[in-house]
């Protein structure tokens, strides 16, 4: 019975670890994630699940779905998603280019290789 309850409270242990608790977000980017998944929503598009923990700022990331019309960058037919924002450079330049809006594009779940693979 002693060995069942330690094995137990690992097991209780790792999944108390591995569940990392919300990112709080401010006020204004809560409203910018509302807002996109609203927008998302009216054109039929879906979002990535990690949109809410990405790099990108939600506002930021907000701003470039507008401006790419909720569609992938990447390919011609209408991607339905799961769409999210990524850099346009590869990740070892990206470190001077964060969260400009100039150098981020909306892709679908496929375009995130086909990116990778351009940025290498």
Request: proline letters at 7%; one cysteine or more; aromatic letters at 2%.
């Amino acid at each position: 019975m002693g060995e069942a309850l330690v094995r137990m409270q690992k097991a209780s242990k790792v999944l108390v670890k591995s569940a990392l608790p919300p990112r709080s977000l401010p006020q204004p980017e809560r409203a910018a994630l509302h807002a996109m998944r609203m927008e998302a929503t009216d054109v039929g598009v879906t979002l990535s699940d990690t949109i809410s923990r990405s790099d990108v700022h939600p506002t930021v990331a907000l701003e470039v779905m507008r401006r790419d019309r909720y569609q992938c960058c990447l390919h011609d037919d209408c991607c339905t998603g799961p769409l999210h924002v990524v850099s346009k450079h590869p990740a070892r330049f990206v470190w001077h280019h964060r969260n400009i809006p100039d150098n981020l594009i909306t892709v679908c779940k496929m375009g995130t290789a086909t990116a990778q693979q351009l940025g290498a």
